[in-house]
């Protein structure tokens, strides 16, 4: 077949590769490449020898397997806060915001999501478009999909979003470029959430999450919208512990499991006024003396689908908190 001639070419970027235990050999990487190759061209009609083209120039990248083994959600609190809420990214937040002032408006009265979040999902994300990624896409997700076995199977559906999204906007698949992971444009869309989520603003016909502000703001709105955001909910608020009762509640899951009054039966105290029956998630922040306890509720677990970490929930929350507070403070 003409694809084992392809993987033959292949195999001489994956032989400069020092695979570590986490990773599959090189002869499982080839073959799950050439079970996916057969798989675009059986399931979705692609080209045989134009994927060979293109595989051929795919690189497996060995920095991207050691960034994956340690993200920055690995760090403490107080070490991650310090990456994302600072004086520079506030401040380009509500200059991005005051910018882009109409598409965050309609965004709020369409999809009932606070313009404050969106603006801090660009500023987590990008910097507002300063840090969208310099690997190529197709590198990433083939690294990540042939290379990396405990999470194999979720790269390898983003590579099969990835390619059915260039053939569908015209795009060539390696000219895009974007995050370790493969996720792109100022929002990081992943593939799969771009085919979801992705919308077009301003009606020319594309929907631009690299260069369009306004098919920005949509698109994460969209996203937002689509898992469920519960508009004018708030978002967490902070609790305050008398004694250690609270602990053994504490755990790995995100989505809220305790009622208000079983904070309360904790000694869990808070200034904050709901009815007793809200439910929300008790989640422990590591501090650099001690722990920060927050009740977070439904709009929370909503940031975490973007990202699936408590810290990185946190750090929207507060930097949409602080870039909203030194807007008003504009003239």
Not at 38 to 61: P, R
Not at 83 to 89: A, C, D, N, P, Q
Not at 92 to 120: C, H, R, T
Not at 291 to 296: C, D, G, I, P, V
Request: aromatic share 12%; proline share 4%.
């Amino acid at each position: 077949m003409k694809i084992s001639r392809a993987l033959n070419r292949i195999a001489l970027t994956f032989a400069g590769i020092s695979l570590a235990a986490c990773t599959g050999d090189v002869k499982e990487s080839q073959s799950k490449q050439q079970v996916f190759i057969e798989k675009m061209v059986s399931k979705h009609q692609f080209d045989e020898s134009e994927l060979e083209e293109l595989f051929a120039k795919v690189e497996i990248k060995g920095d991207i397997l050691k960034r994956i083994a340690s993200p920055s959600e690995g760090m403490p609190w107080h070490k991650y806060r310090r990456i994302f809420l600072t004086e520079e990214r506030i401040t380009a937040g509500v200059m991005f915001w005051q910018a882009n002032a109409k598409a965050l408006a309609d965004a709020e009265q369409v999809y009932g999501v606070p313009a404050s979040i969106i603006v801090a999902i660009i500023g987590v994300e990008t910097s507002y478009g300063k840090n969208t990624g310099k690997h190529r896409v197709v590198d990433a997700l083939s690294t990540l999909a042939f290379a990396y076995p405990p999470r194999s199977t979720f790269f390898t559906s983003e590579l099969e979003n990835y390619l059915l999204l260039c053939r569908d906007q015209h795009f060539n698949p390696v000219d895009q470029k974007g995050s370790y992971a493969g996720a792109m444009g100022l929002p990081q869309f992943m593939p799969s959430s771009f085919r979801s989520f992705a919308v077009d603003y301003d009606k020319d016909g594309q929907s631009d999450i690299w260069h369009n502000p306004g098919d920005v703001i949509a698109s994460v709105a969209n996203y937002f919208a689509k898992h469920e955001w519960q508009t004018g909910q708030e978002i967490a608020f902070p609790v305050t512990a008398t004694d250690d009762q609270y602990k053994k509640f504490l755990n790995d899951g995100l989505k809220p499991d305790l009622r208000l009054v079983e904070l309360e039966s904790l000694n869990l105290k808070t200034s904050r006024q709901f009815p007793l029956d809200t439910k929300v998630k008790l989640l422990s922040f590591e501090q650099a003396n001690g722990e920060e306890l927050w009740a977070a509720l439904d709009n929370f677990y909503v940031i975490t689908r973007y990202n699936h970490s408590p810290l990185y929930a946190m750090a929207v929350y507060q930097l949409g908190e602080a870039i909203l507070k030194t807007k008003g403070a504009f003239p």
